[in-house]
């Protein structure tokens, strides 16, 4: 294989790799896992039944090879994290009500409540909206698998179980949706700046009324956000159960490794499948706010992935929610140099600014080295066709990327064991 004498040079000699045969058994174990949770669970929101049930079962199995088996519940505000869109449409209605009757002042102040909502709550991810929804309970859960002798590390590989909801957007002329979105948003703050005008200066006539048809007129593309998401998940196959599984493949991997005489020697393996991912990272900040004294103790890594589409597109990320979260330059340019070496294109890059965020950035706060592997293009101009859509379905997913994600992750692993 391509590049397999550079990975062996960086692996104890007496434990054998990952090989291409090995890579394409866990691939196909990984597709009939994951197929099958999603026959039996369909759709898996966070905060509903099957997002739980799917995470019991993961529990389920890990119970059946991991060293130990873990499940940890937290409560997640159900809609709380994308609730800042629909406030920003009824601030907008509102502000032109309050515009036409000349009170600009508190017209700007809604506006600017809107913006300040959607930094807190959107850019930041920090919890402003949640005490206004439904409380519910979600559920982390994980394996681990001890090394054979006294643990140095963790290594943490992980992926999330619950589905994201249908992004109507994606549906319907998903071409216009960076318009539709940021267009939106950007509408508020010309509605935020002609308000102030209007309250602060004296405006002679015709103007007033030109800046409130004009204001008006925004309502035609802010009052489409109100439909923005729907009420029904999707099956989330390659968003992201696929990379829970890989996780859990990866853990009975090497435990079967271990059981062989050839585990690893330091380093301990937590396979983690984060509940609330969609809802704002909900899952890997609860886990990361228990386990913080772990990581103080441990040097702790993260191999994240996520929307594994497409494996021209595979890059690994150097920060995180919106550009904001610093992650670990030197994992993600490892694990890209160990891609590159399997033949696959691959390269590092920041979250771009409005994009959104991966779990990888909860536990990078605590101090935790962290990446995030995607296979697809990231940006809100152009992503991969079935993302957030009812079509995220498995045979979307590349078998080729899964297997290689395999081989990446475990030669990473390797590496970094048996490093003195």
Same mark, same amino acid.
């Given at each position: ?5 550079? +990975? ?12 291409? %045969?090995?890579?394409? !058994?866990? &691939? ?6 994951? &197929?099958? $949770? @999603? *026959? ?78 959607? $930094? /807190? ?23 681990? +698998? ?9 290594? /943490? ?21 960076? $318009?539709?979105? %940021?267009?939106? +948003? ?8 002609? #308000? ?13 009324? /030109?800046?409130? +048809? ?8 802010? =009052? ?5 998401? #729907?009420?029904?998940?999707?099956? =989330?196959? =390659? ?6 599984? /890989? ?7 090497? &435990? &079967? ?35 913080? !004294? ?13 929307? $594994?589409?497409?494996?021209? *597109? ?5 920060? *995180? ?8 330059? %030197? ?6 140099? @160990? ?55 498995? *045979? ?13 992750? #475990? ?10």
């Amino acid at each position: 294989m391509k590049g397999m004498s550079y +990975i062996m040079k960086s692996i104890n000699p007496e434990v054998t790799p990952m090989n291409q %045969t090995e890579s394409n !058994r866990l &691939q196909e174990a990984v597709f009939n896992q994951t &197929q099958a $949770l @999603i *026959d039996k669970h369909g759709a898996r929101l966070a905060g509903t039944k099957p997002s739980l049930d799917c995470a019991d079962d993961l529990y389920q199995d890990a119970l059946t090879f991991a060293d130990t088996a873990h499940k940890e519940d937290f409560h997640v505000f159900r809609g709380a994290f994308l609730g800042w869109i629909r406030l920003l449409v009824f601030n907008y209605a509102a502000s032109l009500v309050l515009l036409w009757l000349d009170l600009p002042l508190y017209a700007a102040i809604l506006a600017l409540t809107s913006l300040l909502v959607l $930094l /807190i709550q959107f850019v930041f991810y920090m919890p402003m909206l949640d005490r206004f929804y439904p409380k519910r309970k979600a559920r982390n859960v994980y394996g681990i +698998i001890e090394p054979e002798q006294p643990v140095e590390t963790q290594v /943490i590989v992980s992926g999330h179980h619950d589905s994201a909801r249908i992004f109507n957007f994606y549906i319907h002329q998903p071409g216009l949706y960076n $318009l539709r979105t %940021t267009g939106s +948003i950007a509408w508020v703050v010309v509605l935020l700046v002609m #308000s102030v005008v209007l309250h602060v200066v004296t405006v002679p006539a015709p103007g007033p009324l /030109i800046m409130r +048809i004009v204001a008006s007129a925004g309502f035609l593309l802010v =009052g489409q956000m109100w439909f923005f998401a #729907s009420r029904k998940g999707t099956s =989330g196959a =390659g968003d992201n159960l696929v990379a829970s599984v /890989i996780a859990w493949q990866l853990g009975r991997y090497y &435990q &079967q490794r271990k059981e062989a005489g050839h585990g690893l020697q330091s380093t301990r393996l937590i396979f983690m499948s984060f509940d609330a991912e969609e809802e704002g990272l909900r899952g890997a900040r609860a886990y990361a706010k228990a386990h913080a !004294r772990d990581f103080e103790r441990y040097p702790t890594y993260l191999l994240n992935a996520d929307c $594994l589409y497409d494996e021209k *597109d595979l890059f690994f990320l150097t920060s *995180d929610i919106n550009n904001t979260v610093k992650l670990s330059d %030197t994992l993600a340019q490892e694990l890209a140099d @160990i891609a590159k070496s399997l033949g696959l294109p691959s390269k590092t890059q920041p979250l771009s600014f409005l994009t959104g965020g991966t779990d990888a950035a909860e536990l990078a706060k605590k101090g935790v080295k962290a990446t995030t592997a995607i296979g697809m293009p990231w940006t809100n101009a152009a992503r991969n066709a079935v993302y957030h859509t009812p079509e995220d379905t498995l *045979d979307k997913v590349s078998p080729s990327l899964v297997g290689h994600t395999l081989m990446l992750f #475990s030669t990473w692993i390797d590496r970094h064991d048996s490093k003195p």
